[in-house]
């Protein structure tokens, strides 16, 4: 069982709804969304972010590796009568992708855990329809706070330059950044809190 799937029960809160709901703000504000749009949310968890955006898209495919977080997020599809959300269970680093084009791809919190940046952003724009949208939401760069110091299997954040550039050499265009959202989070086991900004890169293909 992975962390992930323990976590899975526990994940809708408050703090992770707000979280969502300000980055579905900033989808929003940067890319023209619309119910004839496919879309494919990579790392969805729980699937906050996509029943955000669900009302202003067409038909959303819900990728996840964790069982804990699929399990949760049928549970919830099935509760909101969701038909235009589907899932599957994928790990992009070793599965072969979906074989469907989407115009919309998007993840949220989920770049950082994944250890090839560049194998999982050719992922994506192999993906994408062409002129399609491409939106990352993640931590910027940060000192290893965010999991703790003893955690060394995920990113500490991502630097915006170096990953525009990653982007470009794939070939995105139009990429941009804004910052979408600064989650307040307990660093320490004295109940020291620290912002850590989340920006959005939206590109296209
Ligand atoms: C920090 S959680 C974010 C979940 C959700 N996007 C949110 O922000 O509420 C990271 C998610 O990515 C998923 N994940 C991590 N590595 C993955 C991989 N290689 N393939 C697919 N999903 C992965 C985890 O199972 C988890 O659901």
Known sequence: MSDFDEKAEEWDTPKSRKRAANIAEAIRSEVPLS???SAFEYGC????????????LGPIM???NSDGMLEVL?????????????TVKLNLSSDPPPDQQFDLVYTMMTL??????????????ALLNSAGYLCVADLDEEDGSFHGHDVDDV??????AE?????EEIGFTDISFSTAYKMEREINEEGETKLFPIFLMVARK
């Open 155 to 160: 990113h500490k954040g991502f630097d915006r």
């Open 62 to 64: 819900l990728a996840d």
């Open 163 to 167: 990953l525009a550039d990653l982007a």
């Open 112 to 125: 950082h855990h994944i250890p090839d940046t560049r194998h999982i952003l050719t992922q994506f724009y």
């Open 35 to 37: 119910n004839n749009m």
């Open 74 to 86: 049928e549970h919830k599809i099935r509760d909101a009568s969701a038909d235009d959300m589907k």
């Open 45 to 56: 968890g729980t699937g906050l972010l996509s029943f955000e955006l669900r009302k202003e």
